[in-house]
């Protein structure tokens, strides 16, 4: 399921990729590759690497080579690989966190998640329900 996802986003198969996201975080991705298409992003011999799971959740380390060349406006005469930048990993359990997907399990089944992007949200509503995260007037002299 993991190479799966990064093979459809790295594609530039975002509506395909997204059905691997958790559903409640499906708006994460949209947010994360607005304005990109297919020949913004590939992936060469992606394959799985090292699979740690612990208790419904856990993380897939993934090899091979992923590039971007960042979002080109339409009409552009840019060569689409003209400014790519790649990454390669060739490592199985590489500590390098472009080539880790994190994965959970909802409902009996496994999708990709971002708990990094799920624990700030929490964060972020806590601090705005709590009223700390509201900027304190300044008293005037």
Request: net charge positive; with cysteine; hydrophobic share 35%.
């Amino acid at each position: 399921m993991a190479v799966q996802y990064s093979t459809a986003l790295f594609s530039g198969q975002f509506t395909r990729a997204s059905s691997f996201v958790l559903p409640r975080e499906r708006g994460v991705l949209k947010v994360l590759f607005t304005g990109m298409n297919n020949s913004s992003v590939r992936a060469q011999d992606l394959a799985v690497g090292a699979v740690d799971v612990k208790a419904g959740s856990g993380s897939v380390v993934l090899t091979g080579k992923m590039c971007s060349s960042g979002v080109i406006p339409k009409g552009a005469t840019v060569k689409p690989r003209q400014n790519e930048k790649c990454v390669a990993n060739h490592r199985r359990d590489s500590p390098d966190p472009a080539f880790h997907v994190a994965v959970c399990k909802s409902s009996g089944k496994w999708f990709v998640c971002f708990p990094k992007f799920d624990e700030a949200m929490r964060r972020g509503s806590a601090a705005t329900s709590s009223g700390s995260a509201a900027p304190r007037p300044r008293p005037s002299h």
